[in-house]
Nanobody, 117 residues
Framework: QDELVESGGGSVQIGESLSLSCTYA?????LGWFRQAPKNEREEVAY???????GYVDSVKGRFTISKDNAKMTLYLQMNSLRPEDTAMYYC??????????????WGQGTQVTVSS
């Protein structure tokens, strides 16, 4: 059965780092991370495709790094230089490629990241 399970969230101070992990039970063309703060819509943070192609929302470029380890079936999000605006519930996502874009069919339950100023 397909399942995504996130871990690694927590509370940190501004400027600190945090690493998120997400285990997956099946092969997916696309793996990614979204985040959602209270009263806000979910925002795509980063993605990585089967061939290793990655993409990031502008606000995290240079600070966050998405990667995966297929042997361990684990997706990662290394978050450096964290800011209060990064505070959100972070969700691991997965899905196929559809019309040249990732289709996010599967979602994890989320892991909370809180950055204090």
């Amino acid at each position: 059965q397909d399942e995504l399970v996130e871990s690694g969230g927590g509370s940190v101070q501004i400027g600190e780092s945090l690493s998120l992990s997400c285990t997956y039970a099946a092969k997916y063309y696309c793996l990614g991370w979204f985040r959602q703060a209270p009263k806000n819509e979910r925002e795509e943070v980063a993605y990585i495709e089967y061939d290793g192609k990655t993409g990031y929302v502008d606000s995290v470029k240079g600070r966050f790094t998405i990667s995966k380890d297929n042997a361990k079936m684990t997706l990662y999000l290394q978050m450096n230089s964290l800011r209060p605006e990064d505070t959100a519930m972070y969700y691991c996502t997965a899905g196929p490629l559809q019309n040249g874009a990732c289709k996010w069919d599967l979602w994890g339950q989320g892991t909370q990241v809180t950055v204090s100023s």
